[in-house]
Every structure is written in C-alpha cells, then in structure tokens.
C-alpha cells in the first residue's frame, strides 16, 4: 500500500507542473532545461508594480553578491524591458547547434524577445505564437552551466504564466507587490494560481513600500504600510523584504546599470542582497523538504 505525507500549505512542498502533480504521464527531466540548476519565476499579479526592476536587480545580485551563475529569462513576450534594463545591445549570436547564445552584461546571461526585435516593434501575436516564441526562449538557448534562472514572467494569471509553468521545472516562484490593496488582490491570485500548478512559493517582495525623503529622511508610506507582510503572513507565506520608492532605482532601470551595480553600498541595494540570500535559502528548504518528501514514501 502507498503511504504519502504531503504538507499543503502554499508554497511548503516541491513539485514542478500541473500535469506531473495531476499524475500525467510525464517525465519530470522534460521539463529541465539542460545544464539550468534551478528554475526561479519572479511573477506579480498585476502589471506596474516593479516585478522587472525586481527581476534584474534580484538576478545581479545573486550574481555578483551571491557569486552564482544565474541566467535571466524575459519572458514577457507582450512588453520586454530587460533589453534596456540590462543595456543589451545587438542581437544574440547563434551556437553551432543552431541555440541562441544569451547576451550577457554584468554577470548575467540574459534572452529576451525585445533583442529579437526592433526597438519600438510591437509584438501582435495570439496564444500559439507565444507559446512557440517561449518554448524557443527557453530549450532554443544555450544557456551553459547555470546555478539559478530568473524567470520575469508576464504579468497576470492567463495562458503565459500556466504554461510556462507547466512546461517548465519551476523550483518556486517569487512573488512581487505593492503595498495597496488592488496590487495585493491580484498577487493573492498570483499565489493560488501558483499553488494550482503546484509551484511552491519563494516568498512575498513588496516593491515601493515607502518614500524616502531625500532632504529629512521620514519614510512616506504612499501606498500604505505593511499590508505586503500582513497578506504573507495570512497567507502562510514567507515575506522577503521591503524596496523603498527611491530615485536611484528608476534612473538605473532607464541607463541600464541596475542599482545594485551602480550603488552596491546603498540601503536599497543591501535589501536587494537581502532578498537573494532569503531566494538562496528557500530553495535550500524545498530542495530538503523534496529530499525528506521522498523518504517518507512508503511503497
């Protein structure tokens, strides 16, 4: 008889897509990306709150902090920025085995559609060609010996997200808001749409949580205070950290030198190391709790 213990609570076990949870027939090396670590998807309900800025920063800093070899992944087809958050220039060459060879700058390797195409090109395409434009970002790249892939993924919770999620090896998801309550709704969605497709929870990130004043130094809380930790912990989520709404991390995003690079000492940035070394030690936890999930099992 098969005995299994399984905690359901969000984001406390391990597992990699729907249709593996749901007991399909699929082998979970098919989802691996070959020579990809980990998988790692920075996700947000809505659009706006900051989940691409959270995405590179997140991405460098476990680069150059955490001294990884990470991999960041533009997966919003519809809107890619990390071209020129990142300052990508040109467009990825091609390996001998006919893979693109990701573009790399300030220690990341990094694909995006927005270095397929021109600058201001929008992208008008339906379902199946964004499917296929994603399952070539992914398995079409040669992406070497990678410790971490960041995923910024699409804002929302439709087609895009569920596949890329499905397809791939997700070892969790991080999960990125504002303080407000309409941003909060959408990234409770965000969750449960994860925990659906059985991809466990990193944690909870809430982006422009205050203002600093840069002549007082009083924190204003514009969007409100603590909501982002008090949801996570109704949740029964971990909560990662704080960003600031700060000037520093705007001009970054638009020069394409990410905070964390252009002022490595500065607060905003420390909280950003922060939150690597928390992503680190989460996936630690899940990589144990798999470990002892699979000792538990009793055939």
Not at 37 to 43: P, R, S
Request: hydrophobic share 40%; glycine share 10%; with cysteine.
């Amino acid at each position: 008889m098969n005995r299994f213990i399984i905690n359901k609570k969000l984001g406390a076990f391990r597992a990699y897509a729907a249709a593996a949870a749901a007991g399909a027939n699929i082998n979970n090396n098919n989802l691996k990306i070959e020579g990809v670590k980990d998988i790692i998807a920075v996700a947000s309900g809505k659009g706006g709150v900051g989940k691409s800025t959270t995405a590179v920063n997140l991405a460098v800093s476990l680069a150059n902090t955490c001294q990884l070899r990470i991999g960041l992944l533009d997966a919003d087809v519809y809107g890619p920025s990390i071209p020129t958050m990142m300052k990508l220039d040109g467009k990825p060459q091609v390996s001998e085995g006919n893979k693109m060879i990701p573009i790399e700058n300030h220690g990341v390797k990094c694909i995006s559609m927005g270095s397929l195409v021109d600058k201001d090109a929008p992208i008008v395409w339906r379902g199946p060609m964004v499917m296929k434009a994603l399952e070539q970002l992914t398995r079409g790249v040669d992406w070497g010996q990678l410790d971490i892939l960041v995923v910024d993924m699409p804002p929302g919770t439709g087609d895009a997200q569920i596949s890329m999620s499905q397809r791939l090896q997700l070892s969790g998801a991080l999960i990125v808001s504002t303080p407000q309550d309409v941003a909060l709704m959408d990234a409770r969605r965000g969750v449960k749409m994860f925990s659906k497709v059985s991809v466990p929870i990193l944690g909870l990130i809430e982006n422009m949580s205050y203002f600093k004043c840069p002549h007082c130094s009083n924190p204003s809380y514009i969007f409100g205070k603590g909501r982002a930790r008090k949801t996570a912990e109704e949740m029964g989520l971990g909560f990662v950290g704080e960003i600031p709404l700060e000037e520093e991390i705007r001009s970054g995003s638009d020069e394409g030198v990410p905070v964390v690079v252009s002022q490595p000492n500065s607060a905003v940035s420390k909280a950003y190391c922060d939150v690597a070394h928390k992503v680190i030690s989460r996936l630690r936890e899940l990589a144990a709790d798999d470990q002892h999930f699979r000792s538990v099992i009793t055939l």
